[in-house]
């Protein structure tokens, strides 16, 4: 069963709650239909386990090298090329819906619906509208997933988030959504745009929707144009900018620049965000769950929050994967899911709090502002999980980080329609973060250098063209260091490091690319130079 067809079942049948997408806060979980017992129950949660589960095709850490630019501007192409340039990820997006919510039959709450998209698809046979159909419902959950009866507003906040669409294949297209009150006069409810895209790059597609909120304001007809130009323009490489050019009335014509971080593997990360939320030692603490594939739940009230929480902490694993559950906003018409027995991160609303910390064997972490205390829940054993010396490393080289006071006024900066002077403190906030992945990312890259950067030595080829095998025995035997070796032992049993090693055992002998392999040869070039300076005394 896909995603797509869950939440279907989820919102026409007797699973939904008092038959409404939005309900009441205070309402009950998520009934199950009639008939089907605890077995039943089980079989439905091993079902979300499968839905959500993030496997992620293709060789991992094998980066490539920027590729040439292609001519800016709109690319004209027939049909064919279109649809190739699509699948090949060539597009900035699938499309673009803008999701309002509307008042239900009896006039007594709201529900989202779909009130615009880009493109329009037409000439799709009856199985592909089916799916279209789907997908559309799904977003609408993801866009306004908190389950309360919404009323009109006179003042809201803005928030960017994101979400992971992921069917049982494996295959996965990003969320990205942007809500906000729209313009007008008087009390009305927030609205949401979303975007579809097979592209991981947050930071760039949060630029898209400032463009999108501004032309907006100004006439929903002047969106279709901008979305238009992007859609036609080459997605960049790594490293390299986009010009797309779009006119506004009153303005003329503007050029918008959009660019991709060189580290393209952290393109979808903020890290700001996590050590804005929690200490360098409760990082450390997640993390150490996190790598023994523990079952994680953050708890925030904003949805921002808690997308770029899950996805940053994910992004530490490096050069590891996560291959478990991973639902940055858990919608509460799917609030089951946290009774999941197999390992996940989840990123649940605090308003649904008391549907969670009832379970056992979970890590609950609070990232709100006003928390008592940060871990609600735990298992007890985090803290010794890593070795101490590494863990005394990591901390240290997260110390290097720089702290600019900028950064909680950039953060407030992001959610509304920004001045001139304030660009420039955005600017320097851009640069303050990109820093901050750089040293968080190559603290985190270290550990896994030391405890496992030797894994190469003992996959064993035992004849040309035939897999390697990897001695898994021999490999943690070799640590020195029994605290280290310890750890180790635990690890290489997680299903992350185990689909890690079944690639390397595919590979054909020879050099190894990627920046973790190149952290590795440098590490192993400084251990050298140390031996041969205590040789010398």
Not at 382 to 405: C, G, H, N, V
């Amino acid at each position: 069963m896909s995603l797509f067809n869950l939440v279907q079942d989820k919102l026409v049948s007797g699973e939904q709650p008092k038959d409404n997408l939005i309900s009441d806060v205070a309402g009950k979980h998520a009934t199950l239909p009639s008939g089907e017992d605890e077995g039943g129950r089980q079989g439905a949660l091993n079902r979300f386990s499968a839905m959500w589960s993030s496997f992620r095709k293709g060789k991992r850490d094998r980066v490539k090298d920027p590729e040439p630019t292609e001519p800016l501007g709109p690319v004209v192409a027939d049909n064919a090329s279109r649809q190739h340039r699509y699948v090949s990820g060539q597009y900035f997006f699938e499309y673009l819906v803008v999701v309002s919510l509307k008042k239900t039959k009896d006039g007594s709450s709201y529900e989202p619906q779909i009130t615009y998209q880009f493109p329009k698809r037409d000439g799709m046979v009856k199985f592909q509208k089916e799916e279209e159909e789907k997908t559309l419902k799904a977003i609408t959950l993801f866009c306004f997933p908190e389950g309360i009866n919404w009323a009109p507003l006179t003042e809201y906040h803005s928030e960017t988030f994101s979400f992971v669409l992921t069917e049982v294949d494996g295959s996965r297209r990003n969320g990205y959504c942007r809500r906000l009150l729209p313009g007008g006069k008087g009390a009305r409810p927030p609205e949401a745009y979303c975007i579809i895209s097979s592209l991981a790059c947050f930071g760039l597609f949060s630029k898209i929707f400032d463009e999108v909120e501004k032309r907006r304001q100004i006439s929903m007809a002047m969106i279709y144009p901008f979305m238009q130009k992007l859609r036609e323009a080459p997605f960049p490489a790594p490293g390299h900018t986009v010009e797309i050019k779009s006119f506004i009335p009153e303005s003329g014509t503007e050029i918008i620049s959009l660019t991709r971080p060189l580290d393209s593997w952290l393109e979808h990360v903020n890290f700001h965000t996590l050590f804005d939320c929690l200490t360098d030692e409760e990082v450390l603490l997640v993390f150490a769950a996190t790598v023994l594939e523990r079952r994680i739940v953050f708890i925030a009230d904003e949805l921002g929050t808690l997308s770029q929480v899950i996805h940053a902490v994910a992004a530490l694993l490096y050069p590891f994967i996560w291959q478990h559950t991973l639902i940055s906003i858990v919608p509460q018409i799917l609030i089951d899911v946290v009774c999941a027995p197999t390992p996940y991160l989840l990123g649940v609303q605090k308003c649904l709090l008391d549907q969670v910390t009832d379970q056992s064997d979970l890590l609950v972490v609070d990232l709100s502002e006003n928390k008592k205390e940060t871990f609600i829940a735990s298992v007890g054993d985090e803290s010794s999980i890593l070795p101490p010396k590494l863990q005394t490393e990591i901390l240290e080289a997260l110390r290097t980080r720089k702290k600019t006071s900028s950064e909680s006024s950039a953060t407030q900066i992001k959610r509304r329609c920004i001045s001139k002077e304030q660009k420039s403190s955005f600017r320097s906030f851009v640069s303050a973060v990109e820093e901050m992945n750089r040293v968080v990312s190559e603290a985190f890259l270290h550990f896994f250098v030391k405890t496992v950067g030797h894994y190469s030595s003992y996959v064993k080829c035992s004849r040309a063209g035939q897999p390697g095998v990897f001695e898994k025995r021999s490999f943690y035997k070799a640590i020195d260091s029994k605290t280290t070796r310890h750890f180790v032992k635990k690890f290489i049993q997680t299903q992350t490091f185990d689909l890690f090693i079944q690639e390397v055992e595919q590979q054909q002998p020879g050099p190894q690319q990627g920046i973790f392999h190149k952290k590795i040869l440098e590490y192993q070039e400084k251990e050298k130079e140390k031996k041969k300076k205590i040789k010398k005394h």
